[in-house]
């Protein structure tokens, strides 16, 4: 497996810190194996094994220490046996031990250790883990492969496509690390099929005690199918019931929230550029894998627009950056992307076909009056930029470091 190198040196930082290391992401997003690349690297600076505990608590072998107290005991043995060396501790998927966060927060007042956790669910470090250990954490967000670790996985396996063939298989069978390593498409989907459904069993309906599942899998399908459209929940609630579906506002509230913290789709908020605000309005929809989202939407249509626009919204994410979606008057731009005091504004289209859609896709850009960089991205070869606007090819873009 490649080496997820961008999360690696935002991690590595960190190691020997007296800070708690969380590493959240959808399920098979790479989260156990950036565990073991950071393990591999600790063990590399010399610490013996006995020092390095990795624990997984999805495997049967660990059933008795989902409980807090025997966890917390079968530790501390663990550290009485290093005989005063600091321990390091990879605890992987630990939401699956009843009351985590209690024996999490103990073990780093009790012991000289350094703890390395991974989680499935993005609202694990709010609620209970933020009063326990509150200022004593650091987090990162791990994303399934981009294009370019997809690219660089194929090379190391030697195969050697073009690159445009490479890129509409990612974007029809997204990027799940797993995924890449079955020999055919009908295994692929029954692949991302089982990931589909254990986290909408396991990480939407179990912890969030849903009871409308049938609902639930229409609500899902629906973000899914309609990536890149601005809704807000009074919107959706409208056009279930003019699909014959009995539900509320604040039903739906409940079961968006539960599929966002499971990871299954991100939003992007609206940003007023001349007004400087946010927008209390509807928000977008982006899916976490895109594999996971064509595999269960309800149309077989290959959609390059929201494709596209998709896989430009994950990158810039794996990037590092916060997105939210552009408003310049009447006009829209898709993504206003900002890290520290970087920003740069992105368009997205599948292809500039003729001078009415270049001007639709380069005017709201016009209307933006900084200097930060701008941006048309499309699947055209030609370069159409002009105005101060950069045109990239979307191959070009997503494998362009400098941006």
């Known amino acids: 497996m490649i080496q997820r190198t961008k999360y690696l040196d935002k991690i ?7 800070l708690i290391k969380v590493i959240i992401g959808v399920r ?3 989260k156990t194996v950036l565990l073991s690349q950071v393990r591999e690297h600790i063990a590399g600076s010399g610490i013996s094994e006995e020092r390095l505990i990795n624990l997984n608590f999805e495997s049967f072998a660990n059933r008795r220490l989902l409980n807090a107290e025997n966890l917390y005991d079968y530790i501390v043995e663990k550290s009485k046996q290093a005989k ?9 998927e630990i939401q699956e031990v009843v009351d985590w966060q209690k024996v999490i927060n ?14 499935s669910n993005s609202n694990m470090l709010s609620g209970e883990l933020a009063t326990y250990i509150a200022g004593r954490y650091v987090h990162f967000t791990v994303y399934p492969f981009t294009f370019s670790e997809s690219l660089r996985f194929y090379r190391e396996m030697t195969v050697n496509n073009p690159e445009d063939e490479l890129f509409d298989d990612y974007l029809r069978y997204g990027g799940l690390p797993q995924r890449f390593l079955l020999r055919d ?3 692929v989907r029954s692949y991302l099929d089982d990931v589909y459904n254990t986290i909408v069993i396991k990480d939407v309906i179990a912890r969030n005690k849903i009871t409308d599942i049938d609902l639930l899998r229409r609500l899902t399908a629906f973000l899914l199918d309609n990536v890149g459209n601005p809704f807000s929940a009074n919107s959706i609630c409208k056009k279930l019931k003019a699909e014959g579906v009995n539900t509320t506002v604040a039903t739906l509230m409940n079961y968006i929230a539960a599929i966002k913290n499971a990871m299954v789709v991100i939003t992007a908020p609206r940003y007023d550029i001349k007004g400087k605000a946010l927008l209390s309005t509807s928000e977008k929809y982006y899916a976490t894998d895109l594999g996971l989202r064509n595999n ?3 149309s077989d249509v290959i959609d390059y627009n929201k494709l596209y626009e998709n896989v430009v919204f994950l990158e810039m994410l794996s990037r590092g950056y916060d997105i939210s979606v552009g408003k310049v008057g009447e006009y829209e731009i898709d993504f206003i992307c900002t890290k520290g005091r970087e920003k740069v504004y992105i368009q997205v289209a599948y292809l500039l076909a003729d001078a009415a859609v270049v001007e639709r896709e380069f005017r709201p850009l016009r209307k933006v009056s900084d200097n930060y960089p701008k941006y048309v991205v499309s699947g055209d ?18 494998l362009d470091t400098d941006i």
């Not at 005063?84 to 992987?92: N, Q, V």
């Not at 030609?382 to 873009?397: A, E, L, Q, T």
């Open 296 to 298: 269960v939407k309800s």
């Open 12 to 18: 590595i930082p960190f190691i020997d810190q007296p």
């Open 106 to 119: 103990s073990l780093a007042v009790d012991l000289d250790c350094d703890i390395y956790l991974t989680g």
């Open 28 to 30: 098979r997003s790479g």
């Open 84 to 92: 005063g060396s600091r321990i390091y501790l990879f605890f992987d």
């Open 381 to 398: 070869k030609h370069d159409f930029s002009g105005d101060g606007i950069i045109h990239k090819n979307i191959i070009d873009f997503l």
């Open 185 to 187: 498409n009908q295994s």
